[in-house]
């Protein structure tokens, strides 16, 4: 079955460290989001990509980055991560929004 | 500047009446409006969306309210069951979802007691 897998579950990292969160989609979706989760703002977009080579700022986008190599990777990193970053990260992949996305379960990221 | 807006952080329903949630939006641009749903340590899923060209939309005992003149949309769990006990966020996006970007709400948290 298809799925979209994130890892890792959870991270616990130190501040100014680089940090990379993966994503993997064997739904061979084009569309691809990251979206962070904290209490009070909701989902808020970070970074997207339509297709390979693609990518694009989202509405919290500084301090963060990513590529997009092959259609099943969007891998985000933290150049140096603050602790304003602590929070949970979720991926999702879509084909259009006509039916929703499929999100991962969550990388629970805290910076100390 | 939040374009999306779910004013109750939180709602408690007894088990088999109505829970009503509600979504605000600013941007007269978004065109498609969609819910999900989310448990604790899982991402969310995708429960119901409706289009701008319609004021609603069912689904089993999920119904989709919009009211465009007030960018206002609700949905409507009838009857409320204790699984239904989750975070639910509303979401918009313009283009009819070809664009695939959202903007989610701060998400309302449903509680159905038995």
């Known amino acids: 079955d298809a799925e979209i897998t994130q890892s890792p579950r959870h991270k616990i990292t130190e501040t100014g460290r680089q940090v990379t969160l993966a994503c993997h989609q064997t739904w061979n979706h084009n569309n691809m989001f990251w979206y962070r989760q904290d209490l009070g703002h909701g989902l808020r977009l970070i970074h997207y990509?339509?297709?390979?080579?693609?990518?694009n700022k989202g509405e919290v986008s500084d301090g963060y980055s990513v590529s997009r190599s092959n259609t099943e990777d969007l891998p985000l990193t933290l150049e140096s991560a603050a602790s304003s970053q602590t929070s949970v990260y979720f991926c999702a992949s879509s084909e259009g929004t006509s039916y929703g996305y499929t999100f991962g379960s969550g990388t629970r990221l805290t910076v100390v | 500047d939040q374009q999306v807006k779910q004013n109750s952080p939180s709602l408690s329903v007894q088990e088999g009446r109505i829970s009503i949630l509600n979504c605000d939006y600013t941007n007269s641009m978004f065109d498609y409006f969609l819910w999900y749903k989310k448990y604790p340590a899982e991402g969310p899923t995708f429960l119901i969306s409706i289009s701008s060209i319609k004021d609603k939309n069912e689904d089993g005992r999920f119904t989709v309210f919009l009211n465009k003149s007030a960018k206002h949309l609700s949905l409507h769990i009838v009857p409320s069951q204790p699984g239904d006990s989750a975070v639910y966020f509303c979401?918009?996006?313009?283009?009819?979802?070809?664009?695939?970007?959202?903007?989610f709400g701060q998400g309302t948290t449903l509680q159905v007691k038995p």
């Open positions: 979401a918009a996006t313009s283009g009819s979802g070809n664009t695939g970007k959202l903007i």
């Open positions: 990509s339509y297709g390979v080579q693609d990518t």
